[in-house]
Nanobody, 114 residues
Framework: QVQLVESGGGLVQTGGSLRLSCAAS??????MGWYRQVPDQQRELVAA???????VYADSVKGRFTISRDYRWSSVFLQMNSLKPEDTAVYYC??????????WGQGTQVTVSS
């Protein structure tokens, strides 16, 4: 069973920064990413990074967040700058083996105070 363990969440003031980390129990995932969810809303994609190093970002975080990964494709990171109260959510790490098989972390809370 693959495990993903997130860390780095917490409480920060508006304009502050946080760095999320996700460590997987295996390596070489073709796609890794970060999603977030607030109560009563669907989980949404924040950012993803692919095997060819292409990245995608939600429009709401472009220019503020940066996704990266380690060379073994076993860890993925999310640098979050210029945080806003609307970034408050539980952030989940996701790693996909293929289009049908993926894994989730347990989530880490990010709270941005105004």
């Amino acid at each position: 069973q693959v495990q993903l363990v997130e860390s780095g969440g917490g409480l920060v003031q508006t304009g502050g920064s946080l760095r999320l980390s996700c460590a997987a129990s295996r390596s070489m995932f073709p796609v890794m990413g970060w999603y977030r969810q607030v109560p009563d809303q669907q989980r949404e994609l924040v950012a993803a990074i692919y095997a060819n190093d292409n990245t995608v970002y939600a429009d709401s975080v472009k220019g503020r967040f940066t996704i990266s990964r380690d060379y073994r494709w076993s860890s993925v990171f999310l640098q979050m700058n210029s945080l806003k109260p609307e970034d408050t959510a539980v952030y989940y790490c996701n790693a996909k083996i293929n289009a049908d098989v993926g894994y989730w972390g347990q989530g880490t809370q990010v709270t941005v105070s105004s």
